[in-house]
């Protein structure tokens, strides 16, 4: 699909707030070098029909000198390097990935429109900061997520995805039949734009647990074409790592009961165990421990389960747990050592009514404001620096990741 509108790169913010950027293209002004991160395992492949990248050397070399430099820079240089910063062979940068929805407003403006799948795909480019649409999935079978039903206007149907390995994996939804979705798990690759399938279910699911573990994706409790007991209290794994002909789901230690199949549970992985609370926000809640290792059951530690007010995700190879309060607009890390959470920063006016977080390269991107926004974090910087992305036009936020740019093969 062509590129959208070009979203404005001003934010009028008199805090500490930048221009509206997301993840890899901060202002110049407050730019944090730990962006792109160089993988120098990836090596090209010299062509007869290659543009010459520096002239005098080979491009094999010429492409380890200019992968020290900011994609951003090469971008505003010359065709032949903005090609190559998009190129399957060149160290990819990091982008923001958005699973969007029409806000109410456009569905109630255009009521004849088929919303039998109402989610669409988009990557934000941090180099042109323009919005583009995903590859589209496989058209058979037809890809059918409903986001909200006729019945329960009020309330948006959980669409379950996670980022495990730089892949967007598309875990569990609902169809309008309140069926669950997908029979196997949707995935794609960023690098090479293309989508493909995990191993099927014996049991499709939605509103269940969903995180992952070290490139090990879980899938416990939840419901469905109708509530069974076995499926609440069970506990599936499937190892992303392993090849792909010997994908499969196996059967781990069960839960007590089938508490967590009331709500669609984001599960985080954190220091080799899967963490997750039965209940969002403020209200009393219960939370439980797996030790993937161990293949059991705990129970989380009473002060975590107190701060965990809000979504939660971690960064840093999985060794950093953020939370965001939702009724307080408060951005907290978790003390490990100390069992408590440390306040990273406050700021109601962006942070209140959180609804979904995503964590990696240094940032905290955070959904918020009815899906209406989306809010970045920069926790690296000193002072804690924050600013907003703008979103399409007539588009709400369902959740974020941050993966990988998408390859550019018009480029």
Avoid at 26 to 32: D, G, I, V
Avoid at 133 to 141: A, G
Wanted: proline share 8%.
């Amino acid at each position: 699909m062509a590129n959208r509108k070009r979203p404005s790169m001003a934010l009028d913010n008199s805090t500490s707030t930048t221009t509206t950027t997301p993840i890899d293209t901060t202002p110049k002004h407050c730019k944090s070098k730990n962006f792109s991160d160089i993988d120098q395992k990836h090596q090209p492949k010299d062509s007869n029909n290659e543009s010459v990248l520096l002239p005098g050397l080979p491009n094999h070399l010429a492409q380890l000198c200019l992968s020290s430099l900011h994609p951003s820079l090469l971008s505003s240089v010359c065709s032949s390097w903005r090609r190559l910063i998009y190129s399957p062979s060149f160290p990819p940068f990091f982008s923001l990935y958005a699973l969007l929805s029409p806000s109410s407003s456009s569905i109630t403006r255009n009521k004849d429109q088929d919303q039998s799948n109402s989610i669409e795909f988009f990557a934000l480019d941090p180099i042109s900061s323009m919005w583009r649409q995903l590859p589209s999935p496989p058209p058979d079978p037809p890809l059918r997520l409903l986001l909200r039903h006729p019945s329960f206007i009020s309330r948006n149907l959980p669409i379950q995805s996670l980022t495990v390995n730089n892949y967007l994996v598309l875990v569990a939804a609902t169809t309008h039949g309140f069926l669950p979705a997908l029979s196997c798990p949707l995935v794609f690759d960023p690098v090479s734009g293309q989508w493909f399938s995990g191993p099927p279910l014996s049991t499709p699911r939605r509103w269940c647990i969903t995180g992952s573990v070290n490139g090990t994706v879980y899938i416990a409790s939840g419901v469905g074409t109708h509530y069974q007991g076995d499926v609440g209290r069970s506990l599936l794994k499937w190892d992303m790592k392993k090849n792909n002909d010997e994908w499969n789901w196996e059967n781990m230690a069960t839960l007590k009961d089938g508490r967590f199949s009331r709500e669609a549970v984001e599960a985080v992985g954190y220091r080799g165990k899967l963490y997750m609370v039965n209940v969002k926000g403020n209200a009393v809640k219960q939370g439980a421990v797996y030790d993937v290792e161990m293949d059991r059951w705990e129970e989380m530690p009473e002060r975590m389960v107190t701060g965990w007010n809000g979504p939660a995700a971690v960064m840093d190879g999985e060794d950093v747990m953020y939370v965001v309060d939702e009724a307080k607009g408060v951005l907290s890390k978790y003390d490990f050592d100390i069992n408590c959470w440390e306040k990273v920063m406050e700021f109601p006016e962006h942070l209140k009514g959180a609804e979904q977080i995503a964590a990696g390269r240094g940032r905290v991107c955070v959904v918020c404001a009815n899906n209406q926004k989306i809010v970045v974090v920069d926790v690296v910087a000193r002072p804690v620096k924050l600013w907003v992305v703008d979103l399409l036009p007539e588009m709400e936020v369902v959740a974020v990741h941050i993966m990988p740019r998408m390859s550019r093969p018009e480029y």
